[in-house]
């Protein structure tokens, strides 16, 4: 069983910056990969981030690329998503969650835990 707790979610205004963290126990956080999925209100939840095991690899929504950066602590068995230049449409729900060992990144089917979710409202 694996545990997942998100932080760091809020009331920005448009331009501004965010750090989410996720901190995991229950398993070997080192050896698996993690991601960060979001969902707004009345919209499936939809791939933001990714990070293999190592942080050697990373993955992005080209939504987010160049404004979102995911990063992992495997030390501290935390997971990060620093989010910059957010947008009224980056506002929603966002999950953090552990991949399994094999499969696509991009695919919320492949990854077996989630956290409870934390929310993020940018206003304009």
């Known amino acids: 069983q694996v545990q997942l707790v998100e932080s760091g979610g809020g009331l920005v205004q448009a331009g501004d910056s965010l750090r989410l963290s996720c901190a995991a126990s229950g398993r070997s956080f080192s050896s698996y990969p993690m991601g960060w999925f979001r969902q707004a209100l009345g919209k499936e939840r939809e791939f933001v981030a990714a990070i293999n095991w190592s942080g050697y690899s990373t993955y992005y929504a080209d939504s987010v690329k160049g404004r979102f950066t995911i990063s992992r602590d495997n030390a501290k068995n935390t997971v990060y998503l620093q989010m910059t230049s957010l947008k009224p449409e980056d506002t929603a729900v966002y999950y953090c969650?552990?991949?399994?060992?094999?499969?696509?990144?991009?695919?919320?089917?492949?990854?077996?835990?989630w956290g409870q979710g934390t929310q993020v409202t940018v206003s304009s």
């Open positions: 969650a552990s991949k399994r060992l094999s499969g696509n990144y991009y695919y919320a089917s492949r990854y077996d835990y």
